[in-house]
């Protein structure tokens, strides 16, 4: 991106974020940074790094069967079942492991296909997001798990501009008090688009398409 690029170092874990400054609009809001979570998402060690951060967070009582990730997450999915299990987090499975599974999009809805639905129905599962904003996006993900018969445990994120979306407190390794002048704001309340300030880019946790 052509904008000036700030670089976040996280006092939790070793691991940077890069944001964005600008005008940006995301499916539910219009948010003042774009957050840019692509290298910890992909790159082995952040992803590492991001994934036993996260676990430390949660008590060894919290029972974890499945991991659903939302936002390309599965990288840090799968470290982040690893470090549970090695930190001793209890599960129901049968073979004392944890699944981690993504949903599909179909038609609008968020669905499981037939072969994944074992992985939810009576199971205890984690929700894991790239980014929070608002929280609606937590909230239509438990609602689908709870469709199929998932129980909700809890919800993690890379970074969240909110503690508790849906009811779920959000656990994460960056808050929006590290952004000190972070801000999200209605489509329709956005002081910069009342200035006239044009949007820069649509955005949301795989990246960004400038407009």
């Known amino acids: 991106m052509e904008q000036k690029m700030i670089k976040l170092q996280s006092g939790r874990a070793p691991v940077s974020l890069r944001v964005y400054p600008g005008h940006f609009a995301t499916s539910h809001s219009h ?37 659903v990730c939302v936002d390309g997450t599965e990288v840090i999915g799968a ?19 944890i699944y981690v599974i993504t949903p599909e999009q179909a038609g609008g809805q ?47 994120a890379v970074f969240s501009a909110v503690k508790e979306a849906d009811g779920l407190e959000i656990n994460s390794l960056f808050r929006s008090e590290d952004i000190p002048d972070y801000r999200a704001f209605e489509h329709r309340e956005c002081p910069y688009c009342k200035a006239g300030e044009k949007l820069e880019a649509i955005v949301n946790s795989y990246g960004y398409s400038k407009l």
């Open 31 to 67: 948010i003042n940074y774009y957050i840019d979570i692509t290298t910890l998402k992909t790159r082995q060690s952040e992803a590492a790094e991001v994934a036993k951060h996260l676990v430390s967070l949660y008590h060894a009582s919290t029972v974890v069967d499945t991991i």
């Open 79 to 97: 470290y982040l079942a690893e470090e549970l299990s090695r930190a001793g987090f209890s599960s129901i499975n049968a073979h004392q492991t």
């Open 110 to 156: 968020m669905i499981f296909r037939d072969n994944l639905q074992p992985m939810l129905a009576g199971k205890h599962v984690l929700l894991l997001m790239a980014s929070v904003t608002t929280g609606k996006t937590v909230a239509r993900v438990r609602e689908c798990v709870e469709y199929y018969g998932g129980i909700v445990q809890g919800a993690a």
